[in-house]
Structure formats: C-alpha cells, structure tokens
C-alpha cells in the first residue's frame, strides 16, 4: 500500500506542476498570473478546499510575477513607475480583503469570482483597439495626472516597427479601482490581474501589452501582502502549494515571452474568451452544479 500511495502522491504532484505550468503559461501572457485558472481547476477537478486552493494560488501568483516579469521589462513593455504609484493602491485593498476573507461562505466567493470574471470580460469586449489614435489626438489638451508623475512612457510594436507612445489618463479613477482590485484578489487568491488589466485598459487608457506586463509585474507584491495571513491560518499546503509554484515560475516565464509577439488583438480576444469560460464555471459551481463529477 506504500508503494501505491506514494505513485499516487508522485502522480498528483506531477498533475499539479503540469496545471499550474499550463495555467502561469496562459496567466503570464495574459498578465494575470496564474490564480484565476488555478483556483477553479484545484476546486473542481482537484477536489480542493476552496480555501486551501486558494492559499497555493497565493504562492504560485507570487511565483508567476517573479518569474514573468524579466521578459517584459527587457522587452520595454512595463510601466514601472506606474506599476509603483497603483501599487499603493492595490495593497491597501489586499490588506482589507484578508479581514473578509474568512467571514464569507464559500457559494459567495464563487458567486462574486462569476460576477467578476463576467464584467472583466464585458469591459474588455467594449474597447477592441488599443487607443493610442485617440490619445495623441488629446495630447495638447490640460496637464494630466500622468504628465504630473511622469507616468506617460512608450513601448515597441513589433507589428508597427516602431516605439509607440501612450499616455496615462484618469489616474484618480485607476487609483480607486485598484482598491478594489486588491481587494477582491485577496478574497479570491487570483492575483488582482483579471481586474487590473480591464481597469488599466478603460480608465487608465493603456495598450493591451502594457497593461498586461504592468499587470504582471505588480501582482507579486499584492499577493504578498496577504500570503502571510493565509499562512498563519494554515491554508498554505506545502505538499501542494510546492509544486504549484514551480509549474508557475517555469510557465510565467513561457507566457511572458509569448506576450512580446502575439498581436493586442489577438491577446484582447483571447482575453474575454478565457475570462468567459471561467466565469460560466464558477457561477454553476456557485450553485452546486460540480463539473468534476464529484463534489471537492
């Protein structure tokens, strides 16, 4: 019995490295770690606690950001003193998040990842196009928040040949919703890039790839504002948060060179289509509808 306890404890580690590898491959090019796929996929196929999965995805969101972010700054497509200033923002709502985290039941969280992912998913559908047209049309107009912190940058379009600059707008709105932002990534564990990425590219009016790698490069520094309080509760499993986190440092780095290459277009669809699929899969776990075939 041994022996085939230990195949199968062998068999799951090798399944975990190759989901999280998979889910940081996907997340790191999409710039939202890999946290919102690893979440549903432990839960229901994994037949984990919600609150465990939860804690592993906290550790392999940290790992996806670490392992992620080098290719992008190369590639010049962060933003890091935007990264910086929303940052503030972020963690201060990570940190409230964790005080909520354990007074909501688990159907709830389901619910509220559904609703989530689904207006992520609307708001990125609305704006198709990177809006650099727009933005050099506004250049002359009053000196924005973004001038004021010289946060306007520019970044390589392999598409175009060129550097193409962009400029920070609204960051007061930006700010606010990254409140929220790290709010909801503490309840839930995924990262805060499902929600940073449509808000940077609405109210902040960035390009697709710029508010993916920004994306990426913050969500490591959220998520270890509230691993901490998830360790002291014992949700963080080494046994499976270990092999989490290595799938996720090997994936992020794949998906993050993947990023410099694909079209924004491409990453846009990509984007609702992901966004989409997984929303329709929490809001039926949410009412005990188990795809799995088994409840966790």
Not at 20 to 47: D, E, K, N, Q, Y
Not at 145 to 162: C, Q
Not at 275 to 289: N, P
Request: aromatic share 6%; glycine share 12%; hydrophobic share 55%.
């Amino acid at each position: 019995m041994t022996g085939v306890q230990t195949a199968m404890d062998l068999s799951y580690t090798l399944w975990l490295f190759a989901v999280s590898f998979g889910a940081s491959a996907l997340g790191g090019m999409l710039g939202m770690a890999s946290g919102i796929f690893i979440v549903p996929i432990l839960t229901m196929f994994g037949h984990l606690d919600i609150h465990v999965a939860i804690g592993a995805s906290i550790v392999s969101v940290i790992a996806c950001s670490c392992g992620g972010a080098a290719p992008s700054l190369r590639g010049r497509l962060t933003n890091v003193r935007l990264a910086v200033v929303l940052e503030t923002a972020t963690t201060l709502g990570a940190l409230s998040g964790v005080l909520l985290s354990g007074l909501i039941p688990v159907p709830v969280l389901f619910f509220i990842f559904a609703v989530i992912l689904l207006l992520s998913a609307q708001q990125m559908l609305a704006r198709r196009a990177d809006p650099v047209a727009s933005q050099s049309a506004n250049a002359a107009g009053t000196r924005s928040w973004g001038a004021s912190l010289r946060l306007d940058s520019s970044y390589p379009d392999r598409a175009l040949g060129r550097d193409v600059d962009y400029r920070v707008q609204r960051v007061p709105l930006g700010l606010s919703l990254m409140v929220g932002a790290g709010l909801i990534s503490a309840l839930l564990g995924i990262g805060s890039g499902v929600l940073k990425i449509p808000a940077m590219d609405t109210a902040l009016r960035l390009p697709i790839k710029v508010s993916s790698a920004t994306s990426n490069f913050m969500i490591g520094v959220t998520a270890t504002a509230s691993a901490g309080a998830y360790f002291l509760r014992g949700e963080i499993v080494a046994a499976i948060a270990g092999p989490v986190a290595l799938g996720s440092v090997v994936g992020a780095v794949l998906g993050a060179r993947i990023l410099t290459r694909v079209s924004g277009d491409k990453l846009r669809v990509l984007f609702v289509v992901v966004l989409t699929v997984l929303a329709v899969q929490m809001l039926l776990e949410a009412f005990g509808v188990h795809l799995s075939g088994a409840s966790a």
